[in-house]
């Protein structure tokens, strides 16, 4: 067994830690105030090859493995989780678009997301369909030469800034595989786009889509009619490896944070760290995010070698997380009165990463996913 980051990956690591520590930090809890991401964040981004991180160099990418993925957005997410979900929605979406698009489509739609002049995000939540993705009803009705789009999306983080976005709707009958997945120009006739307000992740933001006829061409169908549901799912399992290490990087900064604190802050004529029942809470959160960061990257080393990685992706969807949440907690409560402020990062490192709770698919899903690997399909829930 090798536990040990490679060389170029190590190099990697720092590259990014140094970067997100100049570059991302300043703007984290400037940007919450304003709601806005710093334009600057994503030029940067761009420009250091982040937002092209899954494209194959010939489209302009630089043709990254899955755990080069998770470097990134651990990394970033540390400094700027709002930040990291750029390169989140990049990599999942281009994973979507890969697996999906013919060389043709590649061609068109691959260099724009590598050098950052389209940002992409992804439409599946719906009013009505969550956790149940495979009943979606935004109706895509067929024209002479495509279809046009009707309904409405929700949720859909980063829409206001974005320029196209992977769009589920139903092209055939009844569930999964009536889902067909569409790559569409957020700027096209008959949508328009309304942003949500948010407990947290505020600089990223979600929105919600309104489709009133909007017309797609033949070839933006990515893949072939009724294949969409199969291709969002197949991204998931990726991306929720990714979400885990997103929240635990967040959780270890605040515990970095929380620690630093501990070694300062004197009560009873001693540094608080010096009392068990500061020192132990956070040894032991440090512990679990040990833990549960092993397995994202298991998932991602598993994933890059074309091994099953569902289950250890489910698995870090609901712990990292909670974890995390947990972690942020407890870090919070070490600075006592001093963190009960905007003024202290760690309230909104809370309100940051307990929305990847609930992004992407909730712990119960995980757990179902899990549970039909684990009990077999005919004995899970
Ligand atoms: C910060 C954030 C960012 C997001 N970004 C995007 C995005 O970019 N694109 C996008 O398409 N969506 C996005 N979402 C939406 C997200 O994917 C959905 O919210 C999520 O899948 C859950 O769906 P729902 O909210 O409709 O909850 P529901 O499906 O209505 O579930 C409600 C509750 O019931 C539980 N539940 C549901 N079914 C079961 C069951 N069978 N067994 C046990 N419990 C169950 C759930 O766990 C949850 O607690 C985002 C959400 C958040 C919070």
Redesign the pocket.
């Known amino acids: 067994m090798d536990y040990g980051l490679s060389e170029e990956q190590q190099l990697f690591r720092d590259e990014m830690r140094k970067f997100a520590e100049q570059s991302l930090a300043p703007h984290y809890q400037e940007d919450d105030r304003t709601g806005e991401m710093s334009p600057s964040i994503r030029r940067e981004c761009a420009a250091m090859g982040l937002l092209g991180l899954r494209i194959p160099d010939e489209y302009g990418g630089q043709d990254a493995d899955a755990v080069a993925v998770g470097i990134a957005a651990e990394e970033m997410a540390r400094a700027n989780i709002n930040a990291a979900y750029l390169v989140l929605?990049t990599a999942l979406v281009t994973d979507i678009l890969l697996a999906g698009c013919t060389v043709e489509q590649r061609e068109r739609w691959l260099p724009g997301i590598a050098d950052g002049s389209v940002y992409p995000?992804?439409?599946?939540?719906e009013p009505g369909?969550?956790?149940?993705?495979a009943n979606i009803e935004l109706a895509a009705r067929p024209t002479e030469d495509g279809w046009t789009l009707h309904g409405e999306?929700?949720?859909?983080?980063?829409?206001h800034l974005a320029d196209r976005a992977v769009v589920f709707a139903r092209t055939g009958g009844p569930g999964a595989r009536g889902v067909s997945a569409f790559y569409v120009g957020l700027d096209a006739p008959g949508l328009s786009i309304v942003r949500l307000r948010?407990v947290?992740?505020r600089a990223?933001g979600?929105c919600s889509l309104f489709f009133d006829g909007v017309p797609v061409r033949r070839d933006e169908l990515v893949g072939t009619e009724g294949a969409g549901f199969v291709s969002v799912m197949q991204g998931f399992e990726y991306s929720r490896a990714i979400i885990g290490l997103m929240t635990l990087g967040t959780a270890a900064a605040a515990l970095d944070d929380a620690m630093e604190y501990a070694r300062t802050r004197e009560t009873f004529g001693a540094p608080i760290g010096t009392r068990q029942g500061v020192a132990f809470p956070l040894v032991e959160y440090a512990t679990y995010v040990a833990g549960a960061r092993h397995l994202c990257y298991e998932a991602l080393w598993r994933k890059d070698r074309g091994l099953d990685h569902t289950e250890a992706a489910n698995m870090v969807k609901w712990w990292a997380p909670k974890i995390a949440v947990e972690a942020i907690h407890q870090a919070l409560l070490t600075f006592g009165h001093g963190a009960w402020s905007d003024d202290n990062p760690q309230s909104q490192r809370l309100r940051d990463a307990m929305?990847?709770e609930?992004?992407?698919?909730?712990?119960?899903?995980a757990k179902?996913v899990v549970a039909r690997h684990l009990l077999g399909r005919p004995y899970a829930?």
């Open positions: 929605s995000t992804l439409a599946l939540t369909h969550g956790s149940d993705a999306k929700t949720s859909i983080s980063l829409a948010d947290g992740n990223a979600r929305g990847f609930i992004a992407d698919g909730t712990a119960q899903i179902l829930p």
